[in-house]
């Protein structure tokens, strides 16, 4: 049977009696949509390629890390090398005798790095006459990316770096003798 130009398949079926009579119906073969296989093969194509695209993801998260480090490390070393020609020569955290309020050498790293020194290296908060130098770096220690960690080993003692290694401890690593910063988080030790 044409129907304008077209031709179309059609079945007769049978259907209950209805009111003492048969009825023909007819039913179009060419119904639209997807069968069962043709949405099963999409979704395995589409499970490959989250398995290939997923682990790419997961590779640009490091490198993202790894380059938010390395701009970490470059600001503080920049901050670091600051201090040190305003400050006589003497890398920040490097003291032979603690002031009030501060335990470690650390605590006054971070304070002689985030506040207003002296020529000494004595931090306050607020700018004078005589603590006019910094602060080096205004939001305070970054976090290191890899571990989550803002806080900072101060080595005093260490001159030959050749043996000295990160020990994931904390977020940063400095030695005072040698104005050295790196990565404390057991891996990126050598940025």
Known sequence: MKKN???????????????GTKKMVKKARNQKGFTLVEILIVVIILAILAG???????????????????SDLATMRGAVELYYH??????PGDVTSNYAGHATNAEWLVDQLTLYTDID???????????????????GVPVNPFNDLNTVDVDNVTTDLTAAAADGGEGWKFYTKTGQLFADDGAHDTY
């Open 121 to 139: 290296g004595e931090a306050v908060a607020t700018k004078d006459a005589t603590h006019k130098y910094g602060p080096y770096i205004k939001k």
């Open 52 to 70: 290939v695209v997923i682990p790419q993801f997961s590779s640009s998260s490091d490198e993202a890390k790894l380059s938010v480090l390395q």
């Open 5 to 19: 130009n077209q031709t179309t398949k059609e079945s007769t079926t049978l259907t209950a009696k209805k009111g």
């Open 86 to 91: 305003q400050h006589n020569s003497t890398y």
